[in-house]
């Protein structure tokens, strides 16, 4: 017999079930209204965080999916309860119409077409390698399953679903195959893009203030997008005031902690003055902005977030949570990072294309960068957040090859995007600075043949360099290169040094360290080329 409404009132009754009350509080003690079919939920990472029930179209299946994820939000946390909605909805039953799973039917027609149902996922997410995705709702197959098999769930075929063998998600994939859009940032050639970009940015706009802050902290700490979401102003902490050389440590707010709520727990990091900086005036630009809020019925200052959203978190909001009505959500906070890049038009080198940015690209950066330089897999987890060394395996693996074949034509071509060479080309010592003076004048001189020697420029520092020439000559604003200098000859040298201590070596890092004066060399030798040309 089909059930209706009526009838599974009845059913309820007949079996002592709990039924869905007006309202829950989430593990984390905010109030949620689960009256109707339409759940705000207190998720304040996400701009929309609202579950529409009304979408399942069976009675059985729309009432043990709300006790589900009743389930999640009381005993584990709102992203579990919102999570564990989406994921059953994207995976099974946004299928519902075409397995008949619409309407009035009996528990045995529910029973038969929900298992083929399933079955037709578990084929697909097989054939696009993706099985890892059905977690979830496998988990919610199997606890309905163990709680309502009187509504139309196998208990049998439950069984078999906990035998299967599911895959973890895999999250290394992107760092294992070096993936040009998704993987790691090329270090010499990607990377310094970004921080010389922000170097340059001068605008104190807002937004222009949040993108540099967004994209520093990401490159320095790889952390998640909802741990910006949860940072303060006041995490910022200057711990040598007294001193001349301010030493900064910032307190990240910790997620997947399972503690109820993310700053509950902070983890203190050190952070680059430089970094600390674009911080710093991103405070300074919040000060023009008002967080009050009207609560019963009085103005209540809110402690400022780091990333203030002026138009408040609507999900913070509905939630009572005044606390976040402010924040702003991970999507804004990647937002922030393409629009950065965006608005400097950073090309990658590799693509040729505007770079792929996100903060999990910048995490896998700091990971195998770090991993390439020798760090212990216990401080990178650390460092990641992780609680155990299980997940930082994949960098390590990576770390031998994440320094591709670099070639003359390869550094040149890399030179057409990026300019480490930031000082004046000179035809003769009478155009110099510091030209008559003869202990500023510069000479390569090769490494495995002292006698190959090649004059290359005058270096117009008058103060004592402590730079080490003439490996960083070339990206020094003060190097005078002259335009007659041989400095292809310079090129093709450095590029059989990095060959010869990358192959006697086997460490990345000492073929990291050549790279950025492999390409200012080619940059001068082919705008000297250039200028010679034009002459």
Known sequence: MAV?????????????????????????????????????????????????FGKIAQESLRWCTKRYVLEKLKVTSSHAGYSSFTHVWTEFLQHQKAHGLIGNITHNDLKSKLIGLVEASISKARSDHRLWALYRPIQWYLWCADNYPELGFCQAYALELDGMSIPGNPKGEAVKLEDPDRGPLHRSVELPLLVDAMRSDKSQKLEHLQQKAAVALSIALGRNPANLTYLRETDLVNVTPELDESCYIIKMPRIKKRQINPRDDLLEEHLDPEFAGYIKQLIKANRSISTTIKIDGGMVEIEKPLFINPRKNRAAMSAGMYQDCYNMTSEGISNLLRAFVKRHIIVSPLTDELLHISTRRLRYTLATGLAAEGISKRELARILDHTDTQHVQVYFELAGNIVEHLDKATAKGFAKYLNYFKGKVIDDDSEAVNGDRDDKHLAFIDETNPADQTEIGVCGENAVCHLDPPYSCYICPKFQPYRHADHEHVLERLLADRDTRMKKYENARLGIQLDQVIVAVAQVAEQCKLETAHA
Not at 26 to 49: A, L, Q
Request: zero cysteines; hydrophobic letters at 30%; a neutral charge.
């Open 4 to 52: 209706g409404q009526q009838e599974f009132k009845k059913l309820i009754s007949q079996n002592g079930w709990l039924d869905i009350p007006d309202k829950i509080a989430t593990r984390e003690g905010y109030s949620v209204n689960t009256s109707g079919d339409n759940w705000s939920i207190p998720y304040v990472v996400r701009d929309h965080s609202k579950i529409n």
